[in-house]
């Protein structure tokens, strides 16, 4: 079995639940560690072929009224293995420059909706991300009363969010109510001597009942609170349980599209999913 990648260099410091100081962009920020170690849920893709049906399904198509997803992405989202596999060890999402479904390009997403969420824990997954102008690769989670409330009022915690022309920087992001799409809450994270599309990363997070964590490896670089959210007008939806995504998006509003330096295929690796509480 795949090791644990833990980084103990911080979360030893934590287990009583100390709060910190961590250096990112303010030397003063105070950021609260919750440490879990209870695993739940875990996928280390060993099995080749379709991932297991147990753990993930798809979201197929273009978006609804094909508006790419509301976000205007050019992909058309497939459950062939030609866009998403088990091989080798790892998960594998391919993007390919092809014409399907009125799209130009084909991907895939998926998700846990109805097989597995969760309320509060740690989420991390260990992935090598692609290289290119409008790639937009994410691992992050979405309320699993979203068919009920819609969004942004189910809330999103985006883990990880990655575009393709930036290979040394990733994004962590909190949408909901009063803080969604261009007015979401996030922070960046840049590698000082490494690239993400060069080797593999841990992406994670740890959510609580008042705050949030973003981790890199073993790096703490954000921290969102319940009061953060709520002294900016803003409404903390984040006491429910919650579904997975991983997914490669080409295009949209937020890295444009490909351009002639862009090659395809493209992929997204994931060596392991894990959850715990």
């Not at 080749?48 to 009224?65: F, H, L, V």
């Not at 088990?86 to 997403?109: D, F, H, M, P, W």
């Not at 920087?169 to 009063?178: A, E, K, M, S, Y």
Request: with cysteine; glycine share 10%.
């Amino acid at each position: 079995m795949k090791n644990i990648n833990y980084k103990i260099s911080v979360l030893s410091l934590v287990l009583m639940g100390l709060v910190i100081s961590t250096y990112s962009c303010d030397n003063d920020e105070k950021q609260t560690v919750v440490t879990k170690f209870d695993l739940v849920l875990e996928d280390n893709f060993d099995v080749d072929g379709a991932p297991n049906p147990s753990i993930w399904t798809y979201d197929i198509g273009r978006g609804s009224e094909n508006n790419g997803w509301g976000n205007n992405e050019l992909q058309f989202y497939t459950d062939r293995p030609e866009n998403v596999i088990v091989q080798n060890g790892y998960l594998i999402i391919t993007a390919k420059q092809e014409a399907l479904g009125g799209a130009s390009y084909t991907s895939a997403r998926l998700k846990t909706q109805n097989l597995f969420d969760q309320k509060y824990g740690r989420f991390e997954a260990r992935i090598k991300l692609p290289l290119g102008q409008g790639l937009w690769p994410a691992f992050w989670m979405l309320g699993s009363n979203i068919s009920q409330v819609g969004w942004p009022q189910c809330g999103e915690i985006d883990i990880m969010e990655y575009l393709g022309n930036s290979p040394t920087q990733i994004l962590g992001t909190l949408h909901g109510p009063g803080f969604s799409g261009g007015e979401s809450i996030s922070k960046s994270y840049t590698l000082r001597n490494s690239r993400f599309d060069n080797e593999f990363h841990v992406f994670g997070v740890e959510w609580s009942e008042n705050h949030i964590n973003w981790y890199v490896d073993d790096v703490l670089y954000n921290q969102i609170t319940r009061k953060q959210v709520e002294d900016e007008g803003g409404e903390w939806v984040f006491d429910n349980s919650f579904f997975m995504i991983l997914n490669m998006a080409v295009g949209g509003n937020l890295p444009g599209s490909p351009n002639t330096n862009t090659t395809f295929p493209q992929r997204m690796l994931v060596d392991y999913v894990r959850v715990y509480q």
